[in-house]
């Protein structure tokens, strides 16, 4: 058994993560998330999308590496290598992504940046502890060559490309001064709405395979609790707004959903 009490920041974190995914699974289903596409009055006060953007994505590099410099007595290569895996999609997603996305200047709730504020403080800060205190597995070098470690980082790695390359196509669709949405072509957009919401729950699942650790379960599966609803959210947006799109599109999964 895990000893809780010995890990108290550590099992509240689990909790909590575990908890926030249980009610936000059945919660998108009726209630769309108030922002992007999708946002609308009456969610409270506001922030300019963009700084909104940096202040909720930046507790997960920056508790990581916190927590994965003050809790190793000694990094393995594996452990480097799932660090590594882990600030490659962060610091992207925080301090370069805002800058490039179109429409930062848009306004996002405040609350809805507040809530992914503290998931993201705990959620990185309990899998760098999980990975450099928790599994023994991971101290060994010959983890590297372990199949669970080589799939789950090929797994990764081909989600991270997904998510770019669909990431680029959108922030290509309209020409400089042009506004409003259009439809994306190219890559996965060939098959389903949100290539970009794929890769990303590709990324996390290959994560928590090659770590092999419970939090990273935990949060390949709050990753899908996240996007899977938002991604047929976005799929009926599209299907209303354009008379003329595909029917053929899939929502997230290709020629199934």
């Known amino acids: 058994m895990f000893p809780f009490d010995t890990y108290p920041l550590y099992a509240g974190a689990l909790a909590f ?29 506001t922030i300019p999308a963009r700084w909104g953007w940096i202040i909720m994505e930046a507790p997960s590099p920056i ?15 594996p452990q480097l290598l799932l660090a ?15 800058f490039l996305m179109r429409g930062g200047d848009k306004r996002k709730p405040a609350l809805t940046v507040g809530l992914a504020f503290v998931f993201n403080c705990a959620n990185g800060g309990m899998n ?16 590297l060559a372990d199949p669970r470690f080589l799939a789950g980082v090929a797994l990764f790695f081909v989600g991270w490309s997904i998510n ?54 935990l949060f390949a599966l709050f990753t899908f609790a996240n996007l899977f609803p938002r991604a047929l959210d976005h799929h009926r947006w599209y299907r209303e707004k ?10 997230i999964l290709p020629f199934v959903l």
């Open 242 to 251: 354009f008379p003329d799109y595909p029917r053929e599109r899939r929502a």
């Open 128 to 143: 760098a502890f999980a990975i450099v205190a928790l599994a023994p597995h991971l101290v060994e070098n010959v983890w």
């Open 17 to 45: 993560v575990a908890g926030f995914g249980l009610l936000t699974f059945p919660s998108l289903f009726f209630v769309t998330a108030p922002y992007g596409r999708h946002a609308r009055p009456g969610w409270g006060p």
């Open 84 to 98: 590594g895996l882990w600030q490659l999609h962060y610091l992207y997603r925080s301090f370069v992504f805002p």
């Open 63 to 77: 508790g990581f590496a916190i927590v994965f410099v003050l809790f190793a007595e000694a990094w393995s290569a």
């Open 164 to 217: 770019q390359h669909a990431d680029h196509v959108l922030r290509n669709l309209r020409a400089p001064g042009e506004t409003g949405y259009k439809i994306p072509h190219g890559g996965l957009y060939r098959f389903v709405s949100c290539p970009n919401y794929l890769g990303e729950m590709l990324e996390w699942a290959g994560f928590a395979v090659a770590a092999w650790t419970f939090p990273g379960l």
